[in-house]
């Protein structure tokens, strides 16, 4: 079936530094790539998204990349802060009906102050 | 702000017990989901719902159903509860067409 493996399972850095989380698809019908944040007791909060028209979006400290040739997008998060430290899910959708999006197994960052 | 609320944060049921996990939303939302999270595992669909009354499966329906008989609510039964069925649960909406899901904070179920 279709999936979406997701790199490192683990991420610790220290605070100032960045922070970058990888995800491959194998879907080629997907065009919709959202970021979920999930903070300790809480439900997954979408962070960013890219659609398959766009090669990169930036929100402040937040950066996606899209390369849909190698079926590949990224997390870029820089200038880490202790308030980062979560577990960050990508995700890969056919449509942005968000029917039968396909998650990643989720990376758990730990920003050291 | 949209939210998405889960009748329990934790619950403790036996195996072979009848169990129901309650989500509802109040910015009226087409589409619900209901997924179950897993370490390593990411989330995983149950099922998801596009309208009232309309389910569809997903990726892991064996041993659950549900329920929507009101936009706003989105039930998820399990009819039998199992030992591999201890996991965290989460709820989550979306307007119809797009791709953006809200999640309500899980429900920590365990079967023991």
């Known amino acids: 079936g279709e999936n979406v493996e997701q790199h490192p399972s683990t991420l610790s850095v220290q605070e100032g530094d960045s922070a970058v989380i990888k995800c491959t698809y194998s879907?080629?019908?997907?065009?919709?790539f959202p970021w979920y944040k999930q903070e300790l007791g809480k439900g997954p909060q979408l962070i960013i998204d890219i659609r398959s028209n766009v090669g990169e979006k930036k929100d402040q400290r937040i950066a996606v990349t899209l390369n849909k040739t190698a079926k590949h997008f990224s997390l870029h998060i820089t200038e880490t802060q202790p308030e980062d430290s979560a577990v960050y899910f990508c995700?890969?959708?056919?449509?942005?009906?968000?029917?039968?999006?396909?998650f990643g197994a989720g990376t758990r960052l730990f920003v050291k102050a | 702000d949209v939210k998405v609320t889960q009748s329990s944060r934790y619950l403790v049921k036996r195996t072979g017990e009848k169990v129901f996990l309650e989500c509802v939303q109040d910015m009226d939302h087409e589409n619900m989901f209901w997924y179950r999270q897993d370490p390593g595992l990411g989330l995983r669909l149950i099922y998801f719902s596009y309208d009232v009354k309309m389910k569809e499966k997903g990726d892991i329906p064996e041993g659950y159903s549900v329920s929507r008989e009101k936009k706003e609510r989105f039930s998820l039964i399990l009819e039998s509860a199992s030992t591999n069925q201890t996991s965290m649960y989460l709820c989550a909406s979306s307007l119809r067409g797009r791709g953006e899901q809200y999640f309500g904070p899980g429900t920590r179920l365990t079967v023991t």
């Open positions: 879907d080629s019908a997907s065009n919709y």
């Open positions: 995700a890969a959708s056919p449509n942005t009906g968000g029917f039968k999006t396909i």
